[in-house]
């Protein structure tokens, strides 16, 4: 075992010609074992079940549950749902990615206040998100489903267009957009390997691995986090829960992914 | 906006029609990008140190923000942005370049700064390793950037190198119109010195980048 | 209240696999907030799996387990419909009970 080891490590060496390079891979390649570690037994499971709680919880002044939400595939329909969002809604003549869409349901369907249903949009410690929990909920009924967003309404192409020049929109005391570290492949920030979005098989991957439970945090974290947590260390101000620019921008990231098989709640570091 | 220079009243109105029919499928790159601007702006928070102006543009960056339809910026745009930013290049008064490497390696090891959970009173860092190679020892770097290993032993430290270095780290735009790396120095995320330290990180002979 | 655990109990061959999600803070007393004062230590320290009124697995636990820890093991003498019980309890003395039936 070790001589082999050891001649594994020569041969490496030598072909990548310095120590160094191999010593950089290797942390590389331990990372990736860590990774398949933790697939076995991902505590999202802990969110999705709460999820699935909330969906068919009796709640609000019009005392019913999320069951009768149309998530795009009629009241209640929750398979498959996620990878076709975001899309055009009819009811509200707007496209609505999957948060956005469980604001207005139960902002309007179960007739909960606003400020209230938008009081804790990210999980923090003990308290937990309702959002992040709907979110496995719900994403986890996609698993194994090709995303297919569309772009035949002409809201939906609209808000692709302006995801696409808010990806690209440069600002800020570092003059970083989202295409900063996500518009070439096979680079990395540390030692983090950074998805190229404006690939389709990098964006299919990033994009179908998300809500992930994060295990840095201890939480299950969304698109929705994802882009917020993004944009901060953009150093840009802080992006609203749910907005338009949030929904424009999961557009133009879902729709880049499409084909992909979703699979997610992932795990992640 | 043609229309207006039209004088029949009846033919505008057939071609507001037309227009506006056909609007619906084509809507011109400028208007995205101005809609796109309009929505950030009621969509993002002004917290702690970031305030919205942030979101706003120098010509560089409206320049730069380019999406793949748009192509790479054409030479003599580019050329322009590097001259106008080699112009406000400032260097220091008291004519020193070289500061303390040790220094600068805590500097470009910090990612802190400029956040909006940063405190704003506490020094920002470079984040040199998030996109740079640069001391041996430092096996967590990141590839969005070239490797910097060795960048002092191969260039030397003459008086131009070192203004080079400084004026690359002051504001990288001076030399590379669009690059990815932020403008340090121009848009105050350093001080002066923390740049001389990091000169100093990249070219003294007993740094570590150059042993 | 903590949160449900999520337990699977399925046959292998003639021993039962029991894989088991738990959700829980696991502080371990080092950590300091954003005002610098020390989180109190908060994790559970003592698992038990009772199978028709045998216990079949404990455990003692500390704070260097992770949050939300997840727990497998096998054991023998189980069968298809019946049903696995676990149990924690952490220093403040919290407890929580949920049970699984066996899949086959």
Known sequence: MKISALLAFLVGAVASNTVLAQAGADSVRQIEKYRDALMDGNPADLWEARGEELWKRVRGPRAVSLEHCDLGKGPGVVKGAYAELPRYFADVDKVMDLETRLVYCMTVLQGLPRGEVLRRTFGDGSNRSDFESLAAFITAESKGVKMAVGMNHPKEKEAFKLGEKIFFHRGGPHDFSCATCHSESGKRIRLQDLPNLTDEKDAQRAYTTWPAYRVSQGELRSMQWRLYDCFRQQRFPELTFASDTSVALTMFLARNANGGVFNAPAIKR | ?211 | MADPMRIRATMQGDKVLVRVLMSHEMETGQRKDSAGNIVPAHFIQSVTAVHSGKTVLTAEWGPAVSKNPFLQFQFAGGKSGETVQIIWTDNKGDKRTDEAKISS
């Not at chain 2, 507001?16 to 702006?41: I, P």
């Not at chain 2, 040199?128 to 260039?155: D, M, N, V, W």
Request: aromatic fraction near 8%; charge should be positive.
């Open chain 2, 1 to 211: 906006m043609k229309i207006m220079s039209i004088s029949n009243k009846s033919l505008d109105v057939l071609l507001a029609v037309g227009l506006l029919t056909s609007c619906v499928a084509f809507v011109s790159d400028s208007e995205y990008r101005a809609q796109a601007m309009k929505l950030m702006g009621a969509d993002f928070k002004a917290r702690g140190q970031a305030g919205l102006d942030r979101l706003n543009q120098d010509e560089a960056n409206a320049a730069c923000s380019r999406t793949p339809a748009d192509g790479p910026l054409s030479k003599s745009a580019s050329a322009a942005i590097e001259k106008a930013n080699f112009a406000r290049l400032k260097y220091p008064a008291d004519g020193k370049l070289l500061g303390d490497w040790r220094e600068g390696e805590r500097i470009a090891q910090s990612g802190v700064g400029k956040q909006f959970n940063d405190d704003p009173s506490r020094p920002a860092g470079a984040n040199c390793y998030a996109c740079h190679q640069l001391a041996p020892k430092e096996l967590s770097f990141g590839t969005i950037g070239p490797s910097l290993l060795g960048f002092g032993k191969l260039r030397g430290t003459s008086r131009a190198i070192q203004e080079y270095t400084f004026g690359k780290l002051y504001n990288p735009q001076a030399y590379t119109a669009c690059s990815n790396m932020p403008r340090f120095g121009h848009n105050g995320i350093l001080t002066e010195a923390q740049i001389k330290d990091l000169v100093a990180l990249l070219l003294d002979p007993e740094s570590p980048v150059n042993k």
